[in-house]
């Protein structure tokens, strides 16, 4: 009895494995990756390269769609030879991701470069993010969000709230060390919440002065420090529109790369209908 235990036990880790193996053996290669700079530099040399100036991403334009290329290693070293430059400028490039074929995907800003010379050679453009991610496949909208988000990050660190002294970005670009204080900085996200208010009837949305006529959005604010979500949504409908919430429910979040990094909470509020008057 314990033996047949045994095999269908077997047989169960076997399915388990075969039913999850895509994701979890990519989520495992991306982690080593990140830990293991000499097989990241490896992995550089089969990958794929997303390339950014001054964080705005580089599109292709076929028809009427855009397109985001994905340039190997061997393409975009063709570009930094007319710059007379070369390896350095691969070692500034940011792991990003990777396919289900463990195709690794990388980031790299070559912002410091003439930016005509590079969309002329590639033929395309560098393209305000916020525009690109209307025009660009939904598949490769999160990569370019946490793409820059990444690169901005690495730009606003490169030195060390300590000592002052510059940080080193490990190969893959998943944290920066100061050797000088031994300090490990990670990066980071801001959690905010959205909100959408309702009395049951009506949903209540705002607008900035500076808005296009006919421009309105939900309430959304950033999280204090100490604050839970809860607290932070009720506290953002006081302040902003002068309402008590009653009861509050989380919907989904997502990734938001504007003005920096941020985790979008997203969440119903429901306010008393009684409370007519917003101030």
């Not at 994905?70 to 070369?86: H, P, T, Y």
């Not at 990569?143 to 690169?151: D, E, F, N, P, R």
Request: aromatic letters at 8%; charged letters at 20%.
């Amino acid at each position: 009895m314990a033996a047949i235990y045994q095999v269908l036990n077997r047989r169960a880790s076997s399915l388990a494995c075969r039913l999850h193996s895509t994701y979890v053996r990519k989520m495992r290669y991306l982690n080593k990756l990140k830990e293991d700079d000499s097989l990241c530099r490896q992995a550089q040399i089969s990958g794929t390269f997303y390339l950014f100036h001054n964080l705005s991403p580089f599109l292709q334009k076929v028809g009427n769609r855009y397109f985001v290329p994905q340039l190997s290693v061997a393409e975009v070293k063709r570009i930094l030879e007319k710059f007379k430059e070369s390896e350095q400028w691969i070692e500034k490039s940011m792991l990003i991701g990777c396919s289900d074929e463990h195709i690794p995907c990388f980031a790299l800003d070559l912002g410091a470069l003439e930016k005509s010379v590079i969309e002329s050679e590639l033929k395309g453009s560098f393209t305000d993010l916020r525009k690109a991610l209307f025009v660009v496949d939904g598949n490769d909208s999160p990569l370019l969000a946490s793409a820059q988000a990444l690169l901005q990050w690495h730009d606003s660190h490169q030195y060390c709230s300590k000592t002052g002294q510059p940080t080193q970005k490990n190969v893959a670009g998943s944290k920066r060390v100061c050797h000088a204080s031994g300090t490990t900085y990670y990066p980071q996200m801001s959690p905010v919440v959205i909100i959408l208010v309702s009395d049951g009837r009506h949903c209540l949305l705002a607008r900035q002065p500076f808005f296009p006529q006919g421009m309105f959005t939900a309430l959304s604010g950033f999280c204090d420090l100490g604050e839970n979500m809860e607290e932070t949504v009720r506290r953002e409908v006081a302040e902003e529109v002068g309402l008590e919430v009653e009861s509050l429910q989380y919907s989904a979040s997502q990734h938001w790369p504007f003005p920096s990094s941020c985790l979008m909470l997203g969440c119903h509020a429901l306010v008393s209908a009684q409370q007519a008057e917003v101030s």
